[in-house]
């Protein structure tokens, strides 16, 4: 089952991926022109570009698990998610900025004294980084410290899960979910590496015993 999956996943363009995963932003925003997002069509435009971040932010994380214990490989399309989930805060925060506050002293009130808003700012600066460094020039010319630097996606996910729970009026799932099932992946991804270090340890403990015993 999953081998014949891995072969036509192979054989789809990662231009695919871009051009599917942009499409419900212009739709999106098209909606609330003409009066089909509700009463409130910029706060249903704001929420939905957020959600959608948050999808494609768990999408990235479960793309390492999956590989390692399902065996489905999308691999190639992991820079693709993260790209498209940092165009989707994006215009999250642009309509949050032009549609919705337009105000430039409210806009830096909110982000100092509403600890929601400052969560999610920082989970964007977080993400800066990541996107600017997302190409094959940035991996060859940063060499290992590309990988530690991509390791402000846990950050940036965590507070933006954070974002959504706090942003929440009263008691709602679904940002609880959203933010449980990004620690469960972190936890899964974290319990994984960790179990690959106890193995190399144990193999190098068992070569330097064999090395000298004979």
């Not at 081998?3 to 054989?11: E, F, G, T």
């Not at 410290?145 to 942003?167: D, E, K, M, N, S």
């Not at 590496?193 to 190399?200: E, K, P, T």
Request: charged letters at 15%.
């Amino acid at each position: 089952m999953i081998s014949p999956l891995n072969s036509w996943i192979r054989r789809l363009p990662v231009w695919v991926v871009y051009l599917l995963g942009v499409l419900p932003a212009p739709w999106l925003f098209y909606l609330g022109l003409i009066g089909d997002l509700g009463a409130d069509p910029v706060k249903a435009i704001e929420h939905r570009y957020g959600e959608l971040a948050l999808q494609l932010v768990i999408a990235g994380l479960a793309i390492t698990p999956l590989r390692r214990h399902l065996g489905l490989n999308l691999m190639k399309f992991r820079r693709a998610i993260g790209l498209l989930c940092f165009f989707y805060v994006s215009c999250h925060l642009l309509v949050w900025l032009v549609l919705d506050v337009q105000i430039l002293n409210q806009i830096l009130t909110d982000i100092l004294k509403r600890p929601y808003i400052t969560l999610g700012m920082l989970s964007f600066i977080a993400m800066v980084p990541l996107a600017v460094t997302s190409n094959n020039a940035s991996v060859r010319g940063l060499g290992r410290r590309w990988q530690r630097l991509h390791r402000l996606t846990y950050l940036a996910a965590v507070l933006g899960g954070l974002h959504y729970v706090l942003l929440a009026k009263g008691f709602q799932v679904a940002p609880l979910i959203y933010l449980g099932m990004i620690l469960c992946l972190m936890l899964i991804r974290v319990g994984g590496v960790l179990i690959d270090w106890f193995w190399l340890v144990l193999d190098a403990v068992r070569c330097a015993l064999v090395r000298r015993l004979s």
